[in-house]
């Protein structure tokens, strides 16, 4: 009993004593495992602080980068502004061509008449503008005017002032050769004198007669009097004029067709001759000399009418007229140059659509011609950038499949308003750069880097020392005793996305961590020791 109770003390105490050894043990662990963190942290924090960069002086470029497609800054479809038939093309696509220069031409027989008639219509215009101004009249149509005016007056003189003896004397020689004529032909043509003279006589008196009836018959319609009692005599003096001229024609035509002309033509030379001596024997009625004085009246007034000077409504409707004239010419000009088909700028032939005999008009497509000298690039921006690009920005732009090309450029123009697809804002930015090089099309995509900010010999540092506190920044400056840290308040500046300007709280030389951590751990021993 008591062999089984020590026993049992025995194995009680062996079994704490093993579990006391197990947990030293443990405990020992423990101890080492937490000294070798500490001295990995010690290490860490000591290899953090030796991670250090100096503070440099140096230039800092800001940019915004993206991509776009290459397009011609002028690009233009051409066509004539006149309908017409083509009948040369002077180019082809991929031609280069300056501005000015004639790509193709339209039958312009039609244009050229047209100029000449308006050419000629002008100087129509032009000489009645200056006839005008000088006077209505040539120097020959005054003298014929003038001349006119004398023979007038000197008719009216000479039947105001009656015939003369010598007038009448040869008034009555005419008379009596031209009756002697006249019965010579007689005679000759077999009629007796007396019956042909007889029926001369009758139609003498008749004319007469006739002439008499319708001067009463004028004068009563002048009257506007319904005088029947003239028109009646009127008629009859007709009927008797006509039976008394078939009377004498019948006893002409016995003589034969020759003959009877002789007669006829001596009859009518006496006939003259008697009239021109009953003027000169008969004073000159009133009715006479009112006709002689309307004669020259009217030929003064001629005469005045061309030696008047042009009024200035007469001028100005001759100058109107030029001005027109002047018109129709530019105008036909115009249509004529339309006809040859100019390029507008220099640059590059893109699509030719007609051929010699093509009908075309303002409506039908030509030639296309594509400015290659000067292209630009649009690309798009996200809000964030776009507040910092501004007009006329420098841009470097590259092209990943000319890998040796490279060009700068310019923004030209920036959206005033973005453009909203799939919940995305963005802003159209244009990119100009001027082209030399036959390798760049249009279509392709380029590579923009915009410069939006240019310093130089600032303060700088590696965007890896900042961190962020508050609404600022601050590095982490190594302790002079090499243990620890001091954190630094900095102004910062412009960044270029891997080095950033430092305005204030560093300077030059001065060293930092590049890869700061927010605290260095600090070793502990088993049970705080």
């Avoid at 009246?297 to 001005?323: C, F």
């Amino acid at each position: 009993m008591a062999n089984a109770t020590l026993a049992r003390k025995r194995g009680i105490r062996g079994r704490w004593l093993g579990a006391g050894i197990v947990l030293v043990i443990v405990a020992i662990i423990v101890a080492l495992l937490i000294n070798g963190a500490g001295r990995a942290a010690t290490q860490a924090g000591a290899a953090s602080l030796g991670n250090t960069v100096a503070v440099t002086r140096g230039d800092l470029v800001s940019t915004i980068a993206g991509s776009g497609t290459i397009d011609a800054e002028q690009s233009l479809g051409l066509s004539f502004q006149v309908g017409g038939t083509v009948t040369e093309v002077l180019v082809k696509s991929g031609d280069s061509v300056q501005a000015g220069q004639a790509l193709a031409k339209l039958d312009d027989r039609a244009l050229q008449l047209a100029l000449t008639s308006a050419k000629a219509s002008l100087a129509s215009a032009q000489a009645r503008l200056q006839q005008a101004k000088q006077g209505n009249a040539r120097p020959e149509d005054i003298a014929a005017a003038q001349a006119a005016v004398a023979s007038a007056q000197a008719n009216y003189d000479k039947l105001v002032a009656g015939a003369t003896s010598t007038d009448l004397a040869s008034a009555q020689a005419a008379v009596a050769s031209a009756q002697a004529a006249y019965d010579a032909a007689v005679v000759a043509a077999g009629t007796t004198g007396s019956q042909l003279e007889a029926a001369r006589a009758s139609l003498q008196k008749a004319q007469v007669a006739l002439e008499k009836a319708q001067l009463d018959y004028t004068d009563a319609i002048q009257k506007n009097a319904n005088d029947r009692a003239a028109l009646a005599a009127y008629q009859q003096a007709q009927i008797d004029y006509q039976q008394a001229k078939a009377n004498y024609d019948s006893l002409a035509d016995t003589a034969g067709s020759d003959a009877n002309s002789k007669i006829q033509a001596a009859a009518a030379q006496l006939e003259q001759a008697k009239a021109n001596l009953a003027k000169l024997t008969n004073p000159a009625t009133a009715a006479d000399l009112a006709a002689a004085q309307a004669s020259i009246d009217q030929a003064k007034a001629n005469l005045a009418k061309l030696t008047a000077p042009a009024t200035e409504t007469d001028i100005a409707i001759q100058e109107a007229a030029v001005t027109q004239a002047e018109a129709a010419v530019k105008q036909a000009e115009l249509n004529l140059e339309q006809a040859t088909l100019r390029a507008p700028f220099a640059g590059l032939v893109t699509d030719v659509s007609i051929v010699p005999g093509s009908q075309v008009n303002a409506a039908t497509p030509a030639i296309s011609l594509m400015d290659v000298s000067t292209m630009h690039v649009k690309m798009l921006l996200n809000e964030n950038d776009v507040v910092r690009a501004k007009l006329g920005q420098p841009v470097q732009l590259s092209i990943d499949s000319l890998p040796d090309w490279q060009a700068t450029g310019a923004v030209d123009y920036i959206a005033p308003s973005a453009q909203k697809v799939n919940g995305v804002v963005t802003y159209d930015v244009k990119v100009t750069f001027a082209n030399s090089d036959p390798r760049i099309k249009a279509g392709m995509t380029a590579n923009l880097t915009i410069v939006v900010a240019n310093k130089k010999g600032v303060l700088l540092v590696p965007n890896t020392a900042l961190l962020p506190k508050g609404a600022g920044h601050v590095v982490q400056v190594p302790n002079a005793d090499g243990k620890g840290f001091t954190e630094v308040d900095v102004t910062t500046g412009l960044t270029d996305g891997t080095n950033t300007e430092i305005v204030s709280g560093l300077s030059e030389g001065q060293r930092i961590i590049a890869v700061p951590t927010s605290a260095v751990p600090k070793p502990r021993g088993f049970f705080g020791g």
